[in-house]
């Protein structure tokens, strides 16, 4: 995979900043002179959700998944407390790329990170945003779509009336939390969409052959094109989210197959990325040849799953750690996440 838009230039020292609370438009080391932006040189957690259970009535209801909303998901209600208790917490929402560079032969950089004085960067990522089909009677939302512009949420009510909400899933729920608290957000970051491909991406069966697949690209792009513009970057999930990745059985010549698939039906409808986020946390041992498949076919940026800020950067990739902020972590191992939102767990 080319590097593309995931080659994203980071100069130490030269970060430009908007601070959506002043207004005021800083770059680097003036910023830091002046006493708006300091180096941090802490821990930076990366966090991540699965999609969110609008109804949990029906989600307890589909008895066939019900355990794995339950491991896997949490609610509305508990993701936004959860934002808030972020934001109360003095945390700062960044771009990802902010952390490393990677020049055009594919060498990674560890790069200086400025945030406003008092402020704790971290990281956010949604995996598997595609509404599944097995899930269209979870209680979750059916597809991310445009409503003036503004991307939302098609959620089915319990009645079985389709309407169109702000208050679906992670994307809109965060989109509105910034714009009601822009200082949540260093120069309007987002979070990273982790895409699989196999029953198409956002709601959308892009995957389908023929009319019906073009008509569904033709739908989705906008979505895409709308959640670039505000801040959301894209990245691969895999295209298939292989059982067999759980464990590391995977074979070289079905993640190459699976690489492949990716690039020729993701890649075009999201654009190019270096950054992989490996599907049940997989992205193999250091040495291990699949991980070298990984970085050869362009992902320079690979993320897995741990509970303690890890990031280590070699000379072509950076691997970095994220937290799993799901029902199963939350009931068995809630005192890992303290010291993120406090005691109200």
């Given at each position: 995979?080319?590097n ?9 020292g030269?970060?430009?900043v908007?601070?959506?609370v002043?207004?005021f438009?800083?770059?680097g080391h003036?910023a830091e002179k002046?006493?708006m932006?300091?180096?941090?040189s802490?821990?930076?957690?990366h966090?991540f959700f699965?999609?969110?259970?609008v ?5 307890a ?5 019900f355990?794995?909303?339950r491991n896997?998901m949490?609610t ?6 959860i934002l808030?208790?972020?934001y ?9 790329r902010l ?5 055009a032969?594919?060498k990674?950089r560890k790069?200086?990170?400025y945030?406003?004085k008092?402020k ?13 089909s097995f899930?269209?009677d979870?209680g979750?939302a ?9 991307v ?5 009510t319990?009645e079985?009336?389709t309407?169109?909400t702000d208050?679906?899933d992670?994307?809109?729920?965060v ?5 009601e608290?822009?200082?949540f957000s260093?120069?309007?970051?987002k979070?990273?969409i982790a895409?699989?491909?196999?029953e ?7 995957q389908?052959a023929g009319?019906?697949?073009k ?6 792009m906008?979505?895409?094109?709308a959640?670039?513009?505000?801040g959301?970057?894209?990245a ?5 989210h292989?059982?067999?990745?759980t464990?590391?059985?995977i074979a070289?010549?079905?993640l190459a ?7 020729d039906q993701?890649?075009?409808l999201v654009?190019?990325t270096n950054?992989?986020?490996g ?8 040495g ?7 970085i ?5 940026v690979?993320y897995?799953?741990?509970a303690d ?5 070699y ?8 937290i799993?902020i799901?029902g199963?972590r ?6 890992r996440l ?5 005691w109200?767990?």
């Amino acid at each position: 995979m080319k590097n593309g838009r995931g080659k994203f230039f980071v100069f130490v020292g030269l970060v430009i900043v908007v601070l959506g609370v002043s207004g005021f438009r800083v770059v680097g080391h003036a910023a830091e002179k002046d006493g708006m932006l300091e180096k941090y040189s802490g821990a930076i957690p990366h966090i991540f959700f699965h999609s969110l259970i609008v109804y949990p009535q029906k989600a307890a209801a589909d008895k066939k998944h019900f355990r794995l909303y339950r491991n896997d998901m949490i609610t509305v209600e508990r993701f936004k407390t959860i934002l808030e208790e972020f934001y109360n917490n003095n945390f700062v929402l960044i771009d990802s790329r902010l952390l490393y560079s990677v020049d055009a032969q594919g060498k990674v950089r560890k790069a200086d990170v400025y945030v406003p004085k008092g402020k704790k960067p971290f990281v956010l990522s949604v995996d598997d945003l595609s509404y599944y089909s097995f899930m269209k009677d979870g209680g979750f939302a059916n597809k991310l779509v445009l409503d003036k512009g503004v991307v939302k949420t098609e959620v089915i009510t319990p009645e079985g009336k389709t309407i169109v909400t702000d208050d679906g899933d992670v994307i809109p729920i965060v989109d509105r939390f910034i714009k009601e608290h822009p200082d949540f957000s260093l120069n309007g970051a987002k979070g990273i969409i982790a895409a699989t491909g196999f029953e198409g991406i956002l709601g959308y069966r892009t995957q389908l052959a023929g009319d019906k697949g073009k008509r569904e690209k033709d739908l989705v792009m906008p979505v895409v094109d709308a959640l670039k513009k505000s801040g959301w970057i894209f990245a691969s999930h895999s295209y298939g989210h292989q059982a067999n990745f759980t464990y590391a059985t995977i074979a070289a010549g079905t993640l190459a197959e699976d690489i492949q698939l990716w690039k020729d039906q993701v890649e075009p409808l999201v654009g190019p990325t270096n950054i992989f986020i490996g599907p049940f946390g997989q992205t193999f041992r250091e040495g291990d040849p699949r991980r070298t498949q990984l970085i050869n076919a362009g992902f320079h940026v690979l993320y897995r799953v741990g509970a303690d800020d890890y990031i280590k950067y070699y000379d072509n990739y950076v691997i970095m750690d994220r937290i799993n902020i799901d029902g199963y972590r939350l009931r068995n191992s809630p005192n890992r996440l303290f010291r993120l939102f406090g005691w109200w767990l």
